[in-house]
């Protein structure tokens, strides 16, 4: 049993920073990738000369426009953001082992002195 623990602190950082980021990274991007789909950002954009509600007069267009292009400024800095977040997740995942060594080495060499 021991053997086997011991097995399971050797491989850890090869897990972690092999198989278990691959997994972290696809998981945020699948939350981005969703998120910016619930948002409909391409959408707003394929449609954003389609005039509001069938008006063809020039007024209506540009009303159409405008408000279209201030939906998708909106709703692409909600994707930034969310995307700056999922970001900001892979690094601190990738320094949380590190901290928690030295962390746990700082208190083990408290307990020393």
């Not at 789909?37 to 389609?50: A, E, I, P, S, Y």
Request: net charge positive.
């Amino acid at each position: 049993m021991l053997w086997e623990v011991g097995g399971d602190v050797l491989r850890f950082p090869l897990w972690w920073y092999g198989e278990g980021l691959k997994q972290t990274f696809l998981s945020i991007f699948s939350v981005v990738r969703s998120y910016v789909r619930t948002l409909g950002v391409f959408v707003w954009m394929k449609n954003v000369f389609t005039p509001m509600f069938g008006r063809y007069d020039w007024q209506s267009r540009l009303i159409s426009v405008f408000m279209r292009v201030v939906n998708i400024v909106g709703r692409g800095f909600a994707a930034m953001i969310v995307a700056i977040i999922g970001i900001a997740a892979c690094i601190v995942y990738l320094a949380l082992p590190m901290f928690a060594a030295v962390f746990a080495l700082y208190h083990a060499s408290v307990l020393v002195l």
